[in-house]
């Protein structure tokens, strides 16, 4: 399927939507402020040696120095596998005897700054790329533990082929096992280009410069999701173009062939109604074509999607009207669970269909549509109460939780009490105080709807409270407090 990239870009945020014949699949956001250094390659200067505490702490050019463990001090070990002595052992040999104050080291950032504490480094580089990580000082090949240990063994004789005599070792990442030879060779050869610009940088910059930095987001849509079916990539920004064609000329050249500026007045997220996509993504209710509607709730241990047919009558009779709907809903889904990036666990609860070719049916179409998800995903049959199982890789933030937060008024539960309930929990507190303390008067302080409650239809309820409690009972309306907040003052 043919797709578009678009990219529009600010100071402080960076946003890619990916489209596919027109309609919005994917949306990636990256803002300056919350990009962190882990990764990032520096020419440090050893500024401490603290031989009782086997540190030192070297400036790389941030407001505080940053932390370096002899733990974390690589050194080349004779089987070439184990390229770091472990914390108290025997054999360690002393920060002191391998770094010197004033020494120039190329180090990584393996933690970030937090608090009072500096970045936590190591002199062990590695560079992620797409499918592999690349260990320049090593000549190690390894494979992800995740992928299964009958599979290691063939994926390991393939890295060796590939990598060949050239130095340097790689770990195939998760995501990598099922690439192709053409895919990893192309990720190898990036990953030897980046080592080589490295390099070449230490030995022409000063101490406390940046050597190397993980790619940004824009940097990673040119490496990652361009592909034979991406048409144009359409960036609203000339510095960022400008760039982009720089990094994809000496990279990725097919990719930086599809390079466009975006020139018009309108903003490019505008002219595609991106931002209105993007609205609908947040909410719970998905509208269908056909007048059915898909409820997409997310909790901590899953995702459950609900298919409803609303008001969708067209079809010839009820199991046919069923049916469309379930097959709308799951191409509706596919995209959903793209566009939101929700992974994990997912429950889809289709709605019931009697005939068992319309189940089949259901299932073939929601398949097709996932295996265009560029994140693995593994969907099961219908179980005995209906339901689709299935997952999806977590890769990133939801798309909720990196651009929204719990509500202030309901803590994340997403409901609040209603004025009434909020009510008689007033009127039980005020019998409750009135047991302990012998006020002149209570005052009740709420919201404007509880307040307004009070005066109306609860007043006669309320006038009988304060002839219980012999004490006058006064209100005060506060707009600034929510629906289920309220005070009770003695005075």
Known sequence: MQNDILINWSPQEARVAILENGALQELHVE???ERGLVGNVYLGKVARVLPGMQSAFIDIGLERAAFLHVADVWNRQPDGEAPFVAKGAASIVPIEKQIFEGQALMVQVIKEP???????????????????????????????????????D?????????????GGGFILRTNGEDATDAELADDIGYLR?????????????????????????????????????????????????EALKAFGAEFMPMAAEKLQHYKGERPIFDLFSIDEEIEKALGRRVDLKSGGYLIVDQTEALTTVDVNTGGFVGARNFDDTIFKTNLEAAQAIARQLRLRNLGGIIIVDFIDMVREDHRDAVLAEFRKQLSRDRVKTMAGGFSQLGLVEMTR?????????????????????????????VAYDIFREILREARQFNPREFRVVASPKVIELFLDEESQHLAGLSEFVGKPVSLQSEAAMGQDQYDIVLL
Request: a positive charge.
């Open 154 to 166: 063939e994926l390991r004789s393939r890295m060796q082929h590939l990598a060949g005599a050239q």
């Open 393 to 421: 890789k977590r890769t990133r933030e939801s798309l909720a939780h990196m651009l929204c937060e719990p509500c202030a008024a309901c803590q994340g539960k997403g409901i609040v009490k209603t004025p009434r309930s």
């Open 193 to 241: 280009k980046a080592w080589a610009r490295i390099k070449d940088a230490s030995t022409r910059m000063s101490p406390q410069s940046l050597l190397h930095q993980d790619l940004s987001l824009l940097q990673r849509v040119l490496r990652d999701m361009v592909g034979e079916a991406t048409q144009t990539i359409r960036v609203d920004s000339r510095e960022q173009f």
């Open 114 to 152: 937090i608090g009072t504490k500096g970045a936590r480094l190591s002199t062990q580089i590695s560079i992620a790329g797409r499918l592999l990580v690349f260990l320049p000082q090593d000549d190690h090949i390894g494979v992800s533990q995740k992928i299964p240990k009958d599979q290691r």
């Open 31 to 33: 803002r300056t402020l």
